[in-house]
C-alpha cells in the first residue's frame, strides 16, 4: 500500500526562499509583457539538497499558470559522457510535435547542420564542425523559441551537463535580448573543472541575477517539522532536527518523513534518535532500506541507475532479467520507498523515460552501491540492450566506456562506430573518448594503426601534442597503406604545424615522399611539402622556388595533385614578385572550367583550406579581382551552409575582405574584416587566421583615413610583434610600420619597414603590392634621407615593371612623384593616374586622382578623384582633397 507524505512538506524545500520566489515571479512576468521582448537569465548555486529542484518545479508551476510554455531538463551524473544529452531532454516536446517536413521547415538551412545533433535527421558524410553545430543549435532553439513564446528552460543540474550542451548553453544565453524567453539554470558549486567549468561560469556571468542558495535556520527548520509532525514539537528536538541536517531542506524532509513513518514523538527525549534516522535516509541507510525492499526491487533500482536516462520498465527488465509484470511491482515498490516516480499504470504501454530517481543524491547513491564486478558488466549487458533496441553505437558507447578490457575486436568495432557517429554531429570529445578507449581494449594487431589514425583525427584541431603522437605511432605499425598512409602523413603534418613544429612537418613529409616511387602519391606528397614550406617562407628551405618551378612545368593539371602544384608554383610567383601574366596563368591551370576541380572545394579535406587561400591570393595581387572575389565568396558561402563556422568561417570572410580592400569597397571590407576578427576571437588568439583579421582590418582602418580607430584596434588585438612565423595577407610589418607612422611614430615604422625588407631578403625577394614596405619606407625617409628614398623609389619601380600589373606600376610612380616638384611631378602624378585607371583598385586610382589634382592645380581633377573616394569610403582621402579644393579657390593657390 503506498504511504501518503505529509502534505506539509511538499513545499518543504521552498521555506525560506520568499526572495528567489519573487525573482522567479518577476522575470514570468516579464514574459508576459507586451512590450518589446527581452530574454532573462537566472542561475541558481547551491550544494545538494537546499532546493534548487524545488524552485525550477515553482518557476514550471508559476509559468504554465500564466499561459508560458515550459521546456526543463536535468544532467546526470552518469551521462556526461553522451553528446547533446540534456539539450535533447529539453527540446524533445518541441521535435515529438513536429512532423520531419515541418522540423525542416523551422530550421531551414540549419536543419542538416543541427539537426543531425538533435536526433532528427541522419547525419552527413562528413566530419561536422562542432562551432557550426553549435550555432546552428543556437539558431534552431531561437527559432523554437518564436514559435513557442512565450517560452521558459529549465535546466537542472547543470553540473553534470554534457560538454556539448554546455557550450551550447553558453552561446544561446549570448543571445537572449531578442526572444521572449526565460532561462533558469540550477547547479551545483565545484562538481567540474575544465572546459566544462569554463563554460558554466561564463553562463554565470551572463546571468541577469546568480543567487547563492543558503541552508535553512534554526527557526525555519522548527516551522518546518513542526508543520510535518504537528504544533507539539518542541524546541530541543526541533534543534536536533537542525543540528543534525545542517538545515538541508532535502534532508530535512526526508528526515521528518522517517520521524513520521516512524511514529517517533517530536520531543526531547526522543531527539537522540535522530541520528540514526538520518543515516537510514541516506548514503549506506539507503542502501540498507534498498536492500530491505528485496533482491528484485534492488535489482530493478541498479538497473534503472545504470541506464541513468531513459529509464523504461521495458528496458530496465531487460537489464535486470526480470518479467514485465515483476518489473511493475517493483517500480511501484521503489515508488512507495521514496526511490523512484511512479510509473505508468498497470495495462498501459509504458513510455521511453517514465521513470526518474525521486532526487540526484539518491540515483548517485544506488549507483555507487553495485559492486564493481557487477557494475561493470550490467554496463556490459545495457551497451548490448541499448544496440539490440536500435539506438545505435552511440547511445551505447557511454555503457562500453564502463566495460573492462578484456581483447574483444567486436567492442573495438563499436567503438570505432561509435567515435564516427559522434564525429558527425560534431562531438569531437566524445569520439576521442571512445577511440581512446578502443585502445586500452587493445584493438587486434591488423586494426590498431587505424584506431590510432581515426583517434588522430578527432584530436587534430582540440590536442595537436596528443594528435602527434598517435600518428606517429601508427604510422611506425603495420596497417596503414596506400591513400590512407599518405592522408596520415598530412594530418601528422598538420598536427606538427598547429604545434609550431614546422621544421619537423616539413622533414616528415619529405621523408615519406622519399619512400615512394613517381606517382600520385608521391606528388600529393610534394605538394604539401612545398604548400608548408611557401606558408612559412623560404628562409628554411633555399632553392625551394627553383625546384618548384621545375617541377611545375612538368604539370599538365591532370590531377588535383598536379592542379596543387600549379597553385603553389602561382603563389610562390606573385609572392616573388615574378610576372603576373603568369601568375594568372597558372592559376588557370590548377581549375576545370574555370571552377574549383572536384575534391579541391573548400570543404575537402585532403588537400585543407590553405591551398586554396593561396589560389585566391595570387588572383587577388595579380589584378584578377574578380577571380579572387568570386572564389572568396563562394568559401564563405559554402562554410555558411555547412554549418563551418570557426576557423574556416573566419578565413573566408578575412579573405574576402582582403579581395574587397583591394578593390577598395573599404566599407564593406571593414565589416567582414570585423566579422572575421570576432569569430577569430572565439577560435582563440595567436593562430594565422587571426593575424589575417587583425592585420587585414587595421589595413583597411588606415586606408579609410581611420587613423585613431586603426591604433585603437591594433592594440585591443595585440597586432604588434612578436609576429607569427607564417605568411600573412596583407604583410604584418608593412601594415605595423604604416600605421606607426601614420599615428607621428616616424622612427619606430621606419625600423619597423626595415624589418621588413631584411624579412623579404631572407626570402629572396618581394612582391611591392603585396608587401609594399619600399614604397611607404622611401615616403618616410624622404625628408631625412633623400638618397636612399631615391634609390627606393626606383627599386620598387623596377619590381613593378618586373611584375607587371596596372596597380604595381601605378603605385610605384605615385611613390615616385610623391619625391619630385614641379611639372615632373605632374608628369609621374599623370602616368599613376593613366595606369592606376586601368586598375581594379579604386581607392589606390582615388588616391592618384587627388594627387595628380593637387600637383597640376586641377579643380577638374580634384573633383573626378574626390567623387571616386567617396565611393570608396576613404574618408580621409576625401578630407585632403577637399581641403585642397579649398586651396586652390583661395587667392593665394597653395605650393606644390
Request: proline share 5%.
Amino acid at each position: 500500500m503506498t504511504e501518503v507524505r505529509p502534505t506539509a512538506a511538499a513545499s518543504a524545500p521552498l521555506w525560506e526562499r520568499d526572495v528567489e520566489v519573487a525573482a522567479l515571479r518577476r522575470a514570468v512576468e516579464g514574459l508576459r509583457t507586451d512590450g518589446s521582448p527581452s530574454g532573462s537569465l537566472l542561475v541558481f548555486t547551491g550544494e545538494a539538497g537546499l532546493g534548487k529542484t524545488a524552485l525550477l518545479a515553482e518557476t514550471r508551476r508559476i509559468a504554465e499558470a500564466r499561459g508560458c510554455t515550459v521546456w526543463s531538463a536535468r544532467g546526470g551524473e552518469t551521462l556526461r559522457s553522451v553528446p547533446f544529452n540534456v539539450l535533447r531532454q529539453l527540446l524533445q516536446p518541441a521535435l515529438v510535435s513536429l512532423l520531419p517536413e515541418e522540423a525542416r521547415d523551422y530550421l531551414g538551412d540549419w536543419f542538416d547542420i543541427a539537426g543531425p545533433a538533435l536526433g532528427i535527421t541522419e547525419p552527413g558524410e562528413r566530419h561536422a564542425d562542432p562551432q557550426g553545430v553549435c550555432d546552428g543549435l543556437v539558431v534552431a532553439v531561437r527559432r523554437l523559441a518564436k514559435r513557442d513564446w512565450p517560452l521558459v528552460l529549465l535546466i537542472d543540474d547543470a553540473h553534470w551537463a554534457d560538454q556539448e550542451t554546455l557550450r551550447w548553453l553558453a552561446a544561446f544565453a549570448a543571445r537572449l535580448e531578442d526572444l521572449s524567453v526565460l532561462v533558469v539554470v540550477a547547479r551545483r558549486p565545484g562538481e567540474v573543472s575544465g572546459d566544462s567549468a569554463e563554460l558554466l561560469d561564463t553562463v554565470a556571468e551572463l546571468g541577469d541575477q546568480v543567487t547563492n542558495l543558503s541552508a535553512l535556520t534554526p527557526d525555519a527548520t522548527a516551522g518546518l517539522t513542526r508543520a510535518t509532525l504537528g504544533e507539539h514539537a518542541d524546541p530541543a528536538f526541533c534543534r536536533e532536527v537542525w543540528a543534525v541536517t545542517a538545515g538541508n531542506p532535502y534532508e530535512t524532509v526526508e528526515l521528518l518523513a522517517k520521524v513520521h513513518d516512524s511514529e517517533l514523538d517530536p520531543v526531547e527525549s526522543s531527539a537522540s534518535e535522530l541520528r540514526a534516522l538520518n543515516r537510514s535516509a541516506r548514503g549506506g541507510g539507503l542502501v540498507a532500506r534498498l536492500e530491505g525492499l528485496g533482491i528484485d526491487a534492488t535489482r530493478f533500482a541498479w538497473a534503472a541507475a545504470i541506464l541513468g536516462t531513459d529509464i523504461s520498465v521495458d528496458l530496465v527488465a531487460q537489464l535486470a532479467t526480470m518479467s514485465h509484470d515483476d518489473a511493475l511491482r517493483c517500480a511501484e515498490l521503489l515508488r512507495s520507498a521514496r526511490i523512484l516516480t511512479a510509473p505508468q499504470p498497470a495495462g498501459a504501454e509504458p513510455a521511453p523515460g517514465d521513470l526518474e530517481f525521486v532526487h540526484p543524491l539518491i540515483a548517485s547513491a544506488v549507483y555507487n552501491s553495485i559492486p564493481d564486478a557487477l557494475r561493470t558488466a550490467m554496463h556490459g549487458i545495457a551497451a548490448q540492450v541499448v544496440t539490440d533496441s536500435g539506438l545505435g553505437a552511440a547511445a551505447a558507447s557511454r555503457h562500453l566506456l564502463q566495460v573492462h578490457p578484456d581483447d574483444d575486436a567486436e567492442l573495438v568495432d563499436q567503438l570505432r562506430e561509435a567515435g564516427r557517429e559522434h564525429l558527425a554531429v560534431g562531438a569531437p570529445d566524445a569520439a576521442r573518448r571512445c577511440l581512446e578507449r578502443a585502445l586500452k581494449e587493445p584493438p587486434r594487431p591488423e586494426v590498431h594503426a587505424r584506431v590510432l589514425y581515426e583517434l588522430g583525427c578527432a584530436t587534430l584541431l582540440t590536442a595537436p601534442a596528443t594528435t602527434i603522437g598517435h600518428l606517429q605511432t601508427a604510422l611506425a605499425m603495420p596497417g596503414l597503406d596506400g591513400d590512407e598512409r599518405v592522408d596520415a602523413v598530412f594530418r601528422l603534418s598538420q598536427a606538427l604545424l598547429h604545434n609550431d613544429q614546422l621544421e619537423h612537418a616539413v622533414r616528415t613529409v619529405e621523408a615519406e615522399a622519399a619512400r615512394h616511387q613517381d606517382g600520385p602519391a608521391r606528388m600529393r606528397l610534394q605538394a604539401v611539402q612545398y604548400m608548408w614550406e611557401g606558408i612559412y617562407g623560404e628562409a628554411a628551405t633555399p632553392g625551394r622556388s627553383d625546384r618548384l618551378a621545375a617541377l611545375a612545368r612538368t604539370c599538365t593539371g591532370r590531377d588535383n595533385s598536379e592542379r596543387a602544384l600549379l597553385i603553389l608554383r602561382a603563389f610562390d610567383a606573385m609572392t616573388h614578385g615574378e610576372n603576373a601574366e603568369e601568375v594568372v596563368e597558372l592559376c588557370d591551370r590548377a581549375l576545370v572550367n574555370g571552377r574549383l576541380a572536384p575534391g579541391l572545394g573548400w570543404t575537402d579535406t585532403e588537400w585543407g583550406v590553405e591551398l586554396l587561400m593561396m589560389l585566391g591570393s595570387s588572383y587577388a595581387y595579380a589584378d584578377r579581382l574578380d577571380r579572387a572575389e568570386s572564389l572568396f565568396a563562394e568559401a564563405l558561402r559554402v562554410y555558411t551552409t555547412s554549418g563551418w563556422s570557426g576557423g574556416h568561417l573566419a578565413l573566408a570572410h578575412a579573405f574576402l575582405g582582403l579581395a574587397y580592400r583591394r578593390q577598395g569597397r573599404l566599407k564593406d571590407a571593414e565589416a567582414v574584416l570585423r566579422e572575421s576578427l570576432r569569430i577569430a576571437e572565439r577560435v582563440g588568439r595567436g593562430l594565422p587566421l587571426y593575424w589575417s583579421a587583425s592585420c587585414g582590418l587595421v589595413d583597411t582602418l588606415l586606408a579609410r583615413g581611420h587613423v585613431a580607430e586603426a591604433w585603437a584596434t591594433a592594440e585591443e588585438y595585440g597586432f604588434a610583434p612578436p609576429y607569427p612565423s607564417t605568411i600573412v595577407l596583407p604583410d604584418t610589418r608593412s601594415v605595423r610600420g604604416r600605421l606607426l607612422i601614420a599615428v607621428g611614430r616616424t622612427k619606430d615604422g621606419v625600423n619597423e619597414l626595415e624589418s621588413a625588407e631584411k624579412a623579404a631578403a631572407a626570402r629572396g625577394g618581394h612582391n611591392p603590392v603585396l608587401a609594399p614596405w619600399t614604397v611607404d619606407l622611401a615616403l618616410a625617409l624622404a625628408a631625412e634621407d633623400p638618397v636612399r628614398a631615391a634609390r627606393l623609389a626606383s627599386d620598387a619601380r623596377r619590381q613593378a615593371e618586373r611584375f607587371g600589373t596596372d596597380t604595381a606600376i601605378g603605385e610605384a610612380l605615385r611613390c615616385a612623384a610623391a619625391l619630385e616638384t614641379g611639372q615632373r611631378r605632374v608628369r609621374l602624378t599623370a602616368q599613376a593616374v593613366a595606369y592606376l585607371e586601368a586598375s581594379p583598385c579604386q581607392y589606390e586610382h582615388a588616391a592618384a586622382r587627388i594627387e595628380h589634382g593637387i600637383a597640376a592645380r586641377s579643380a577638374a581633377e580634384l573633383g573626378r578623384g574626390l567623387t571616386l573616394a567617396r565611393s570608396c569610403g576613404a574618408d580621409g582621402l576625401v578630407q585632403r582633397g577637399e581641403a585642397a579644393l579649398e586651396r586652390l579657390d583661395a587667392p593665394s593657390g597653395f605650393p606644390v
